[in-house]
Antibody
Framework: EVQLVESGGGLIQPGGSLRLSCEASGFAVSDNYMSWVRQAPGKGLEWVSILYSGGRTYYADSVKGRFTISRDNSKNTLYLQMNSLRAEDTAVYYC??????????????WGQGTAVTVSS | DIQLTQSPSFLSASVGDRVTITCRASQDISSYFAWYQQKPGKAPKLLISGASTLQSGVPSRFRGSGSGTEFTLTISSLQPEDFGNFYCQELKTYPYTFGQGTKLEIK
């Protein structure tokens, strides 16, 4: 079964760091275009970052220079390292991937989400 | 950045109704476009990829159409389980912007 399971969310103080993990099963993260999307409380979806199968990365301007997307092929896991966290980074973070569709046509596999709260 | 204008923001309809949600892009995005449904407390679910391709397992009452700058999601006969928030997304240029969402309520 194709599945993504996120972990690592929690309460963190402004300026702190957090690393989100997303373990995949049923497919290889290294073979697919993997992304992070977030959703602030009561708000819409916001694309955060993408990691190409070839290793290229892109980020939303709102997180550029603070967040880093990466993967560990041996653990079949995607990561999001979040530094210099701000209150406006508070959101549910979804790991997702284009597994059965071309990445430029949609994202078909989503994790359940992990909540990050940035507050003192 | 490409802007997506999704309308309406809120929609209340009855079972059996035909429902249409529209998304307009600020520039030509060809068919690099998707529709998602999100239910409360759940992850988004891909309904339509490439503007018009129905995903496996999605009921045929859902239909996506359009290309370029104008896109439409149509539910031909609304069912009770179709409630939720619907989002469009462009996938032509980073950041892959989402529309602001349409909340669909079943009367």
């Amino acid at each position: 079964e194709v599945q993504l399971v996120e972990s690592g969310g929690g309460l963190i103080q402004p300026g702190g760091s957090l690393r989100l993990s997303c373990e995949a099963s049923g497919f290889a993260v290294s073979d697919n275009y993997m992304s992070w999307v977030r959703q602030a409380p009561g708000k819409g979806l916001e694309w955060v970052s993408i990691l190409y199968s070839g290793g290229r990365t892109y980020y939303a301007d709102s997180v550029k220079g603070r967040f880093t997307i990466s993967r560990d092929n041996s653990k079949n896991t995607l990561y999001l390292q979040m530094n210099s966290l701000r209150a406006e980074d508070t959101a549910v973070y979804y790991c997702c991937g284009a597994v059965n569709v071309y990445y430029y046509y949609g994202v078909d596999v989503w994790g359940q989400g992990t909540a990050v709260t940035v507050s003192s | 950045d490409i802007q997506l204008t999704q309308s309406p923001s809120f929609l209340s309809a009855s079972v059996g109704d035909r429902v249409t949600i529209t998304c307009r892009a600020s520039q030509d995005i060809s068919s690099y476009f998707a529709w998602y449904q999100q239910k409360p407390g759940k992850a988004p679910k891909l309904l339509i990829s490439g503007a018009s391709t129905l995903q496996s397992g999605v009921p045929s009452r859902f239909r996506g159409s359009g290309s370029g700058t104008e896109f439409t999601l149509t539910i031909s006969s609304l069912q009770p389980e179709d409630f939720g928030n619907f989002y469009c997304q462009e996938l032509k240029t980073y950041p892959y912007t989402f529309g602001q969402g349409t909340k669909l309520e079943i009367k």
